[in-house]
């Protein structure tokens, strides 16, 4: 099966890639695992070398890089730089503390010496989300690296170019090759990748129901998960609010990276006696917002990322009729006849 990605701004296909076959994914993780067994027993030094490089690298090509989340998943370019500067210092901020963290801890007990040590546990597998095709990569990645482990990377498939640049930075880097590896699958092959005798633990960012998915599969194998599922954050506007400073909060929380982020802003409870003043404040501050083309400068929000995406929430505004009048008071959403319609852009 291909893996095809999408400028969802044009709806143009960037490129398309073959996916791994399951032997292809098996052995990919084998690699790694041979990897490990060289990398844990590497110092903490010998680790922040190529780390510090990865930071260089990710700073060098950070305008590169932006470019390639606007094309792939419609993030503005400004958004995408500050993205990359992020990752750069999760690098940086790991190869410098990493050995800090992870230092062995004396404890008391009725032994004549307790203590607790922190050892490499193997392969990691992180199952890892578009909308921060980066930052959520590197987040888990430069600690894991860092404490001696080896990654390996089911990215979403609309940002196939994402994790293969971020497979090459690595190498780039310096790493030792199979360190970490983007395994280029669909969904139905993940079960198998947990399921694998090398793989030692399961990360993902996500959703509820993959959530629930992967965590019964990963402990039925008895594999440890981190888990980072999917929220509705409230934000609370109270009669004693600066209400400039509240509206401005709560759009900027709203839109950013438009809009698609597990901690956006997506609940607004305002107390009665500010609510008009508020509602006026918050409505002004949205249509100053640019929609546009994510590679133009002073592009404020970009297309949603997949069509798919898109026609999910017109769906939910037409069945919703009451809810919908709101909305669009609010934010200006697309009419009911061009909702309807295949458009690249949600206008605002």
């Not at 400073?245 to 698609?260: E, F, P, Y």
């Not at 249509?287 to 017109?314: F, V, Y």
């Not at 009419?335 to 690249?344: C, E, L, V, Y």
Request: glycine share 6%; aromatic share 6%.
């Amino acid at each position: 099966m291909a893996i095809t990605s999408i400028n969802p701004a044009t709806g143009k296909a960037i490129k398309t890639y073959d996916e791994m076959t399951p032997e292809q994914a098996a052995a990919a993780v084998a690699q790694a695992h041979e990897t490990w067994r060289i990398w844990r027993a590497t110092s903490f030094a010998e680790r922040a070398k190529p780390m510090k490089k990865t930071a260089d690298i990710l700073r060098k090509r950070k305008d590169e890089l932006a470019k390639l989340m606007a094309v792939e998943m419609g993030k503005p370019l400004a958004q995408g730089a500050a993205e990359v500067e992020k990752c750069a210092w999760a690098c940086d901020y790991y190869s410098d503390n990493a050995e800090t963290h992870l230092t062995p801890e004396s404890i008391k007990t009725d032994a004549s010496k307790s203590y607790v040590a922190f050892e490499p546990l193997g392969v990691v597998l992180a199952i890892m989300p578009w909308n921060f095709p980066l930052w959520q990569v590197y987040r888990f990645a430069a600690p894991a690296l860092m404490a001696g482990n080896v990654g390996v990377l089911k990215h979403a498939s609309n940002v196939p170019g994402c994790a293969l640049v971020i497979e090459e930075i690595f190498n780039q880097s310096g790493f030792p090759e199979n360190a970490f590896r983007s395994l280029l699958i669909g969904n139905a092959q993940v079960r198998a990748v947990i399921e694998h005798p090398r793989v030692r633990a399961v990360t993902l960012t996500g959703s509820t129901p993959a959530g629930k998915a992967v965590a019964s599969q990963a402990g039925a194998v008895l594999k440890k998960t981190v888990l980072e599922l999917g929220g509705s954050d409230p934000y609370v506007v109270l009669e004693d609010a600066d209400l400039d400073q509240a509206a401005q909060t709560c759009v900027n929380s709203r839109l950013i990276n438009g809009g698609q982020s597990c901690i956006a802003a997506k609940r607004f409870i305002v107390v009665e006696p500010v609510r008009a003043a508020f509602t006026e404040r918050f409505v002004a501050l949205m249509k100053t917002k640019k929609m546009g083309d994510p590679l133009k400068e002073g592009t404020d929000i970009g297309p949603q990322a997949r069509h798919n995406l898109r026609d999910d929430l017109h769906s939910k505004c037409s069945r919703r009729s009451s809810a919908a009048q709101s909305c669009c008071s609010a934010a200006r959403c697309l009419p009911a006849k061009a909702r309807t319609t295949r458009r690249p852009f949600l206008r605002t």
